[in-house]
Every structure is written in structure tokens, then in C-alpha cells.
């Protein structure tokens, strides 16, 4: 193809495609490539022009166009050995998308020219191939970021007044009857009145979305008529999928932010930096594989035609090399300088902590997380294991980090369906695992706490199923966890015995009281307010359908109105989500403990208590007067003292309530065997028995007027 253009020598720093009023730098990071050609594109995706890049320096391939805007479309073709069994898969018959492209038109088509070798051939991916992709590819358009923010101001929610509402930005509005038809299942279907207004009276205090970064559909779901629902399957870390907004991602995306920000609600990414679309060595060529294939993965020592796989999707991005660090961390101060966003979410992040002798908790990326400016300052989330030998972290990560707690999640659904055995443990997890984040002047909130996410069964499922329902994602339901620690109830599925049913919302009530109620961060599983089922599906990365898409018209009023309560309650009361682990001990001029866990009887727990087998109830007296929930109020108003009890057993537990030294009367605040959980409107004396019925939570608040100390 003719070069007609001109181009000047340009800048190695900064990467990707910068326009600056006049024209656009592009540069590239490629150690090992020979030569780079920048492909130009018009509106029709049809290919231009080709012009080499005339510069290399630092490793950086770069040059300037001085007639270049934004809009144009473009790609690189990159020159070097194709030598699997050395490391190298260039292929400059491949159009590849940059690492730093802001923006992404189309997308991608399946076809075989995206494989860098001949498919099917006896040699495996030894044998290059040499027909061009660019038709089938999506394009990297040149971006201007300029957008009037006006008085954006970031909520900067403390963590203590947290609450987390994970939530898919298609699926949660595709059905919304208030959202405009063009607008669903986008950024501004989110940004729309309606629907913040929703969560702004729920009292969530934090969306955190699913991936929103650019991916790629696996082939075998697109032929299959499936989709990437979740986009767990990055090409992109720069870039917004496309599929989430309409003609400007920056512009929608910003939108989004500025009016959740307005609402006083925090925007958190979930993020893939653990690995990319490109799969194992026999996966396709679209970005990395072709440009660096060496430097951006982890390939087998000793066989570095093979990628180490500690994400399960075939390869693991090399964070331990400078450049692909660098890459992560100028994504991620990009998002939050350049977009606005509060915090994120690090799916996989053991696999990002791992230098060549394993998981270290000083490694590279963690440790230039924790020093930089920007980013040590927004809410930074860890998903703490991912699938190496080594890869299960909880409790590992360094200070400034919380991490989602999936022992928390299974020993509180363990609880609740009746397991034995585990009053300790459950215990541990209501007053913010101490026992594993208690160390290096980690707080409470370094506990994500969780009973649900979009892995798994939702709160309905979880208790009407009791095995997984996954037929629809055409694996012959073997996708999935089978560890789901659920309860049925008594019948698998739907069903309308009125006893079933009530037992059923019942327990989702203990779940949702449990989860706000605890010490740590909750996050709650959009829809999980309401009731929403999949079917007993607990797999849907697949389901950009019905399955995955909230449905609005089947909304559960009244355990809405019951989660809403919750959630107050939780705002009003700092003694649920104290500044501090309790330590269990009085302090001076206090008359409890801050925490004093007690039997059925009355009386303070013993050792022999903790380890009785058949103990399926747990209570506790929570001390409102501390110095420390003092301290963490406006003006140091003391808090009330609660009583919380839980009763996962067959048959009432009758709880006898504390003397009156400790108050004349207690007023029974949350109920959930009530017909009204929220509204019980009881009054008990001092001394007295409180019937705990069976599979249920009661809280219980000391009146303050009548104390007689």
C-alpha cells in the first residue's frame, strides 16, 4: 500500500494515540519487534494507508501525524520472528488493536485469519499464517477526552459508611420501564434519573460495576449463540466495550459518573488485569500476542511456547515485567484522573502479586499501588485468590486493601441452612474477621463481606435451589460450582406451598440482616433487594438474556422495604460498622464489654460453649458507649447498645434478655418470623425470655430513657 503521508519522528512517551491539538503521537512498546507499520482506516473500516513508525527509542516504536484527528481509525501491524518455541508471534499479516487505544469501533468477527498460525494443521501453531484479519478486526479510533465536568466532586465515602451494590450495567437496565429504549443496557440507561433515584433510596452507597473495559466473545459462545455476559475477557484496558454506550464511550461514561457522583454515589470498576482474550498458545492473535509476546505474558520457563495459566482463561499477564506494569498502572490512574471512578475491584489479584517464586506480598505491582499518589487513595478491593497451587490469599494483602471474603460467604450460608458446628467461625465473620485482616493496622473494612455476587446463585436461588441449573449455558450443566452450601427449603425450584414460600423469604431476610449487620464492608448483589432469581443457574457469565437482565415488573416490595430498613439501620448506628475490631473487654467508666457473646440463658459464653457441636444460635450484646463508636460519630454522641440474636435451628430458642442493671426494657427493632419484620412494635422487660423462633434474627435495642445505672 502507497505511503502518502508524511510522518514526523513524534515522542516515545506518552503511549497509545495522544491527540494535542494539532496532530496525534502514536507510540508503541514492543522489545523484540523489527519494525512497526501504523495502519489508517477510513469511516467504512477499509485500510488507507500504512506508514512505518520511523522511530525506536527506549523500546518505544513511535511517530507523529500532523493531519491526524480525532476519529480516525487505526491498527498495527508489527514485524519480528515467528518463533513459538522461542517466545515470538509476530505476524505482520495480522492487524492487532493497541494496548493503549482509548476507544474501539466495531466488533470483532470471528474468523481463522485471527489465528497467527494455519488451524488444523498437524504442526499445532508451528506454521505461520499469512492471510490479513483487518476486515474482521475492530478498529482503535483516536479519542479528544476534553469533557465539561463542571463541580464534579467525589463522594470520598469513608469506608466505614460504606455499602456496595455490584450491579451489571445492561442487565440491570435492559427491562427498567423508566429507562428510554436507546438508553438500555448502557451508561446513560445508568445515569438515568429513575434509576439512581432508586438507589439513592435503597442507601447504597457505592455502585461497583462488572467489567466494563473492551472484550472479546469467545468463539465457541458466538457460535453457539452465546455471548461474554460478564466480560471477564479483556483486549483493552483503556477502552469502554462498546456495547455499553452510543456514539462517544467518553462522553457517556463521564455522564454516568458526574450524575452517580451528584447522588452522592461512588463509581468502583471491576477489573481484569490477570489476563487477556488472547487465550493459550492456541488462542488467536488480536493485541499483546503480536506485539510482544515475550514481555506482556508469563510463558513456561522452560517451554516458553506455553503461557502460565493462573487465571484458568489460558494466560497470565506479566506484571513483573516494567512495561506491562506500567501499562496497568496508567490504566488504572487513567480511569480515575481522566474518568472520574472511586476505587476498583482486582478480579484474580493474587495472579497480579506474583513475581517468579510465587504470591508476595511486596511484589511489584502491590508495592507501586500502594506508593502512588492517585491510586493509594481510592478504594482498591482485592479478589484474593486465583487458581495456581499457591493462589487462595485471603488475609494476605498489604495494608490499604480490602479483599473480598469468601470465607465469610460460605460459613454464613453454612450458618443458615442448618450446619453444625460452627457458631466460632461464624462468629469470626460477623465482627469483621479479625482473625484474618487483625494485623498491620488493618481495619474492619479490610473485610468485603458477601453472600452473593454475580458468581454464583442469587439470594432467591440460594434458598430454592440446592444443586446448580445451568443447562442453558450448553456445557451439560457441568460449568459452575458445585460448593453452594444452599438449602431449598424442602422443594427444589418454584413452588406454591405458602410454607415453603414463607420459609423461603425468611431466610433471605436472616441473609440480608447478617450481611449488614456485620463489622467489615457489605456488598449486595443487585436485585438481591427483591428477590430476583436465575432460575437455579449459577454460572450466567454466558446469559445476556432473560436469565441475567433484572426484571423490574417481578419486584418485591416488601423485601425491598425490609433491605431498605436494614440499611438504615446500619447508616444510623455506628455499632455495625465500627472504626476498630472489638477486643471484648470494658473500659473505664463503661458498664459492658463492647461485645459479650451469651447463652440462651443469659449468661457470658464459656470456652466449652464455643465448641458445643449440635449449636446452631448465636447471641450477642453490643456495647453502644464505646470510646471508639463515640469517636467515629459527628460530636462523640454515644450509640444504643443492641442485642442480636440468630437462630438457625428447627425449634424456638428462648433468649433470656440481660438484667436491669443493663437497662429496664428493651424494644424489639428488626423480627424476620414477623409478618412485619420492620415493624414489630414490642416492648420487653429485663430478665425476660424472648422467643427466637426457628430460622430466624431478632435485634433488640436497649431503651436509653430507663436506664437505672
Not at 514485524?79 to 494496548?99: Q, S, T, V
Request: aromatic letters at 12%.
Amino acid at each position: 500500500m502507497p505511503h502518502r503521508r508524511h510522518i514526523w519522528p513524534g515522542s516515545p512517551y506518552p503511549l497509545g494515540a495522544t491527540w494535542d491539538g494539532n496532530g496525534v503521537n502514536f507510540a508503541l512498546f514492543s522489545a523484540h519487534a523489527e519494525a512497526v507499520e501504523l495502519c489508517l482506516f477510513d469511516t467504512n473500516g477499509r485500510e488507507v494507508e500504512r506508514l512505518k513508525l520511523p522511530e525506536y527509542t527506549d523500546e518505544v516504536w513511535h511517530g507523529y501525524l500532523p493531519e491526524a484527528r480525532p476519529g480516525q481509525l487505526y491498527g498495527y501491524r508489527v514485524h519480528g520472528p515467528y518463533d513459538p518455541a522461542h517466545g515470538h508471534r509476530f505476524n505482520p499479516a495480522k492487524l492487532l488493536i493497541d494496548p493503549y487505544a482509548k476507544a474501539l469501533s466495531g466488533h470483532l468477527l470471528w474468523s481463522d485469519t485471527h489465528f497467527g498460525f494455519k488451524l488444523g494443521n498437524p504442526r499445532g501453531d508451528q506454521l505461520i499464517d499469512r492471510r490479513d484479519n483487518a476486515r474482521y478486526m475492530p478498529k482503535a479510533r483516536v479519542v479528544d477526552t476534553a469533557f465539561t465536568w463542571g463541580d464534579d466532586r467525589r463522594p470520598n465515602r469513608p469506608w466505614a459508611e460504606t455499602v456496595i451494590y455490584e450491579l451489571h450495567v445492561r442487565g440491570y437496565t435492559m427491562k427498567h420501564p423508566q429507562v428510554p429504549t436507546q438508553h438500555r443496557g448502557t451508561f446513560l440507561g445508568l445515569s438515568h434519573p429513575a434509576v439512581i433515584d432508586y438507589m439513592v433510596k435503597l442507601g447504597v452507597t457505592a455502585v461497583e460495576l462488572l467489567p466494563v473495559h473492551a472484550i472479546i466473545d469467545e468463539r465457541h459462545l458466538v457460535d453457539q449463540g452465546l455471548r461474554n455476559y460478564w466480560g471477564y475477557n479483556p483486549i483493552g484496558f483503556f477502552a469502554a466495550d462498546p456495547r455499553y454506550y452510543g456514539a462517544s464511550s467518553h462522553g457517556d461514561f463521564k455522564t454516568m459518573v458526574g450524575r452517580l457522583h451528584e447522588a452522592g454515589i461512588e463509581v468502583i470498576l471491576d477489573v481484569v488485569y490477570n489476563h487477556t482474550a488472547e487465550g493459550n498458545h492456541m488462542g488467536p492473535t488480536l493485541s499483546y500476542k503480536g506485539i510482544d509476546n515475550a514481555s506482556y505474558y508469563r510463558l513456561v520457563p522452560d517451554q516458553p511456547q506455553h503461557y502460565e495459566n493462573y487465571s484458568g482463561c489460558g494466560n497470565t499477564l506479566q506484571l513483573s515485567h516494567p512495561r506491562v506494569l506500567q501499562m496497568v498502572m496508567d490504566s488504572l490512574r487513567y480511569w480515575v484522573e481522566e474518568m472520574h471512578v472511586d476505587g476498583f475491584r482486582f478480579d484474580l489479584a493474587a495472579s497480579l502479586a506474583r513475581e517468579k517464586s510465587g504470591f508476595d506480598g511486596g511484589s511489584g505491582f502491590l508495592d507501586a499501588v500502594r506508593q502512588d499518589p492517585v491510586l493509594s487513595r481510592v478504594k482498591l478491593i482485592a479478589e484474593p485468590w486465583d487458581i495456581g497451587g499457591d493462589g487462595y490469599r485471603l488475609g494476605a494483602f498489604p495494608p490499604g486493601w480490602s479483599e473480598w471474603n469468601g470465607r465469610y460467604r460460605d460459613t454464613v450460608r453454612r450458618f443458615w441452612r442448618g450446619d453444625g458446628g460452627l457458631i466460632g467461625d461464624f462468629a469470626s465473620r460477623l465482627t469483621g474477621s479479625s482473625d484474618l485482616f487483625g494485623w498491620g493496622g488493618r481495619r474492619p473494612w479490610a473485610s468485603m463481606n458477601f453472600i452473593t455476587c454475580h458468581d454464583g446463585f442469587t439470594a432467591s436461588d440460594l434458598v430454592s435451589y440446592e444443586k446448580k441449573h445451568n443447562d442453558a449455558n450448553r456445557e451439560g450443566n457441568r460449568d459452575g460450582t458445585d460448593a453452594n452450601y444452599s438449602w431449598n427449603c424442602g422443594i427444589e425450584g418454584p413452588t406454591n406451598q405458602p410454607k415453603v414460600s414463607a420459609l423461603r423469604t425468611q431466610q433471605v431476610r436472616n441473609l440480608m440482616a447478617t450481611l449488614l449487620l456485620s463489622q467489615g464492608v457489605p456488598m449486595i448483589l443487585a436485585g438481591d433487594e427483591f428477590g430476583r432469581s436465575q432460575g437455579g443457574n449459577n454460572n450466567a457469565y454466558c446469559q445476556d438474556n432473560d436469565i441475567s437482565w433484572i426484571d423490574w415488573d417481578r419486584l418485591d416490595q416488601p423485601m425491598l422495604d425490609f433491605v431498605r430498613r436494614m440499611i438504615q439501620l446500619r447508616r444510623e448506628h455506628p455499632v455495625f460498622s465500627r472504626p476498630r475490631f472489638f477486643h471484648g473487654q470494658r473500659q473505664p467508666g463503661q458498664v459492658i464489654k463492647d461485645i459479650t457473646w451469651v447463652t440462651p440463658d443469659g449468661l457470658e459464653m464459656s470456652e466449652a460453649d464455643w465448641v458445643m457441636p449440635y449449636a446452631r444460635s448465636l447471641g450477642c450484646v453490643l456495647g453502644g458507649d464505646s470510646d471508639e463508636i463515640q469517636s467515629h460519630t459527628a460530636g462523640g454522641q454515644p450509640d444504643d447498645t443492641f442485642m442480636l440474636l440468630m437462630n438457625a435451628y428447627t425449634e424456638i430458642i428462648f433468649y433470656t434478655l440481660p438484667p436491669p442493671q443493663l437497662g429496664k426494657s428493651w424494644d424489639v427493632v428488626i423480627d424476620t418470623a414477623r409478618t412485619d419484620p420492620i415493624r414489630p412494635d414490642e416492648v420487653c422487660a429485663a430478665g425476660a425470655r424472648f422467643p427466637l423462633k426457628p430460622h430466624s434474627l431478632a435485634i433488640l435495642r436497649r431503651r436509653n430513657d430507663d436506664l437505672s445505672q
